[in-house]
């Protein structure tokens, strides 16, 4: 079975993650990205909402025992397909011609909760499930492109916030914030509030893409021009 999977409602394409904690891995990220390519070859899809079929998880992030596996095993070059292949799934969603929306059912952790703030617009439920970037707690720094693309989704005081102390916050949090359009109060009502908001976008490809390449440039051009030294060098941890 795959780690993820799609299909259309009517105009919406609806993409979920369906492996568990969905751990980030290679094969998630060539996964994704060919999902991307079936929806955008699709001129009848308007609107993209990304999710998860998982109870309690949206996606807890990078995939850290795969990687500490490719690391025991020397094989470098699949952690850098995989770094590549996340950094094109996230410049993809910045660049898709169609709004993304991200239904966060769930935990998310790190790159799950960066995978959101890549995307158009969030909503989550507030019954369970947290967001939030451990990363300043296990060691791990972000990537240029990424602190230039979440501060797309969160404001800097609160991305301060977040970033820095690693606390885990609720939908009623992130919604004070407006870093989500609403805390949905469960899953139902996650799911209708969602796929009414992707309901409402009919907009023609060419302009809606023109919007998202002009606002994401330099988004676009830091991750294209300052990541690839901490991916080529692996980079990817801090001691001490
Ligand atoms: C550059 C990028 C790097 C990376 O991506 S690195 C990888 C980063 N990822 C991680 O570090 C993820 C690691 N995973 C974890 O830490 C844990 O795997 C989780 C915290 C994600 C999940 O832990 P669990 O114990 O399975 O969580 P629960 O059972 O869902 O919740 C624990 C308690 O918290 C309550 N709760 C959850 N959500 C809410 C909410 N929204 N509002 C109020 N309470 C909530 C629950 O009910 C429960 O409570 P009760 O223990 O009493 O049953």
């Known amino acids: 079975m795959s780690v993820i999977e799609w299909k259309k409602d009517g105009s919406v394409a609806v993409v979920s993650m369906c492996n568990g904690s969905n751990r980030q891995n290679l094969e998630f990220a060539e996964t994704m990205n060919r999902i991307f ?116 989704a969160i404001p800097e005081y609160k991305f301060n916030e977040l970033k820095l102390t690693g606390k885990r916050v609720t939908a009623l949090e992130l919604a004070e914030h407006h870093i989500i359009e609403k805390a949905s109060d469960d899953i139902d009502e996650l799911k209708s509030d969602v796929m009414e908001f992707a309901r409402t976008f009919t907009k023609k490809r060419g302009i809606f893409g023109e919007h998202k390449r002009r606002m994401y440039k330099s988004v676009v051009a830091v991750m294209d021009e300052e990541d690839p030294e901490f991916i080529d060098g692996l980079k990817l941890f801090v001691e001490g």
């Open 37 to 152: 390519d079936e929806i955008e070859a699709d001129n009848d899809i308007f609107s993209l909402v990304l999710t998860s079929s998982d109870e309690k998880n949206f996606s807890q992030g990078v995939d850290i025992e795969w990687m500490g596996g490719k690391l025991a095993e020397n094989d470098l070059e699949s952690i850098k397909a995989f770094m590549y292949g996340m950094n094109r799934v996230f410049k993809r969603i910045l660049l898709m011609p169609l709004p993304v929306i991200a239904a966060i059912n769930g935990h998310a952790f790190g790159n799950g909760a960066m995978l959101a703030c890549a995307c158009d617009f969030r909503f989550m439920k507030k019954d369970r499930g947290f967001f939030c970037f451990p990363e300043v707690d296990i060691n791990i720094p972000f990537l240029p492109g990424m602190i230039a693309f979440v501060r797309k």
